[in-house]
C-alpha cells in the first residue's frame, strides 16, 4: 500500500507541477509547440536529454548486461561525453545558425527535398521499430516485478506485461500529444533529479547491506568477490570488444548525440547559442556518473545471485530494486522510472510528430497550412505512432544478449546511414543529392544483409564502421562520375543570439580528460 502511495504522489506531483508552470504558455503555433517556444535554459535541456536518452532500456538493460559481461558496457555511456562536446562545439553552430526545427530540414539545404523526405521516413520507421517497442516492454517489465500487476490482476505474466504497455502508451501519449515539447522538457527536467536521487539509492542502500553499514566495506566485498567484473577492455569476442570505440561505436555515438532529432530537437528549442551549448556539455557532465545508477549496480548482483539469471538478465535489476529498497522508497523509485519510461517514450513522440508534420505533409502534402492545422497533425501522427509501438512492443522479448544489445543492433540499421550522410554533407562538399540517397539505400540494405541474414563473425559494431567508409567511398565515387548541381544552402538570419558559452571549451577539455582518465584507471 505505501509503494503504491509514493508511486501515485511523486507522478501527480511531477504532471500537476509541469501543468501549473506551463498554463499560460501558447503550444497553438510551430515553434510553441515543437519548440517550446525556443525558451529552453541549458539546465532544462540537459535534463530533458538525461530523461530521454536514459530510460528502462539502460536501467534494466545496461545493467542487466553489466550483470552478465561486467564494466565494459561502460564505453556506451563514458564515450558519449566526447561525442557532445563535438556536437556542441562543432553541430550546433551550424544548425542554429539556419534556424533549423528538424534534422531533415539540413538535408533538404545541403541536397534535396526527396533526401529529407527518404531521411525523414526512415526515422519515423526508425522511432516506431526499435526504440519506442522496447522503452515500453523495458518498463512494463521494471514496474510487472515491482507491483506484481499480473498477480493483482488475477491474469498470466505476458498479459500483465501487455495491460503495463498499454497503459505506459496511454500515459505517454497524452503527455506528447496535449503538451508539446515544452511540457516534455519541463517533466522530464523534474524527473531528472528524481531519477538520480532513486538511481543512486539503489547502489548506495546495497552496499550498505553487503558491508553492515559500511559503504566503502561493501564495494570492497563486490570487487573481491568478481575483480573481472570491474574490467572495462572488452576482449575481442565480448559482447563489446575494447576496439569497437575505435571504430563503428564512436560514429554511432556522434550520430546519437550530435544528428539525432530526438536529442538534438531539445537544443533547437533552446533561448541561444550559449544555453544550448551548456545544456550539451551539462549533459556530458551527467554520463560520465551515470554508470554509478546504470552499470554498477548490476555488477552489484551479481555478488547477490551469482550467475543464477544469465539466461534472463533484463530480470535481474527489478529483482535487485525490490531486494535492496525499502517499501516506501521502492514506490518514489516505481514513478522515477515511469517518468523515465515516459520522458523517451513522449519525446521520440514529439520528435516524430516533429518530422512527419513539417518534413512530410507540410512539404508534401499541405505546403500552404496554417501552424494550428500543423500542430493538429502532429498529434494525430503522434497517436497513430504509439498505438503501433504499442502493438509491437510485447515482441520484442527475449533477445539473446539481452534489449539493450538487441537495441543498438536495430539503431544500426538507420544510423549509420543517415550518419555517413549527413558527416558528408558537412566535411565533403562535392557529394551530391544522387550520391547521398545511393549511399542511404546502399549502407541499409548492406547492414541488414551482413547483420540479420548473413553469418559474417563480425561484431556489428566493426560492421557499423566498414559500412560507414563504404557509404563514403561510395557517396563520393557516385558524385565524381555522376556529379550533379552544386549545393546550396538556404541563407537566413539567425534566429537565436549566436554568442557562445564562455566556458564551453574549458569544460569541453575536462570532459575528454576525464573520460580518458576512466579508461586509465579502470583498464590497468
Known sequence: MLTALTFVGFTLFVAIFSWYKLRKDDIRSKDGYFLGGRSLTGGVIAGSMILTNI???????????????GMIIIAWEVTSAIALVIAALYFLPIYLKMGLTTIPQYLENRYDSSTKTLVAFLLMVSFVVTLLPIVLYTGAINLESIFNVSEVLGVSLSEGIWITVITIGVIGSVYAIFGGLKAVALSDSINAIGLVIGGLMVPIFALWDIG????????????EYAPEKFNVIGEADSVLPFGTIFTGLMINQLYFWGMNQTIIQRAFGAKNMAEAQKGLLLTGMFKIFIPLIIVLPGIIAYYYYSDTYYDNQDFIYPVLLTRVLPVGLLGFFAAVVLGAILSTFNSVLNSAATIFSLDIYKKLIHPDCTDKRLVRVGRLSSLVLALFA?????????????LYQLM?????????????VLIAGFFIPKVTARGAKIGLITGLSFYLLTS?????????????????????????????????KPNTYVSRPPVLEMKPWKYAKPVSAVLCLVTLLIYIWLGS
Do not use: C
Open 452 to 484: 540479420f541474414i548473413l553469418d559474417t563473425g563480425i561484431h556489428f559494431i566493426h560492421i557499423w564502421a566498414i559500412e560507414f567508409v563504404m557509404n563514403l567511398v561510395l557517396m563520393i565515387g557516385i558524385s565524381h562520375y555522376f556529379p550533379g
Open 55 to 69: 530510460s528502462t532500456e539502460h536501467l534494466i538493460g545496461l545493467n542487466g548486461s553489466a550483470y552478465k559481461n
Open 390 to 402: 504499442i502493438g509491437i512492443a510485447p515482441l520484442v522479448g527475449n533477445a539473446p544478449e539481452g
Open 408 to 420: 543498438q543492433q536495430l539503431n544500426g540499421i538507420f544510423f549509420i546511414p543517415i550518419a555517413s
Open 212 to 223: 553492515e553499514g559500511n559503504i566503502i566495506r561493501g564495494m570492497s566485498k563486490v570487487y
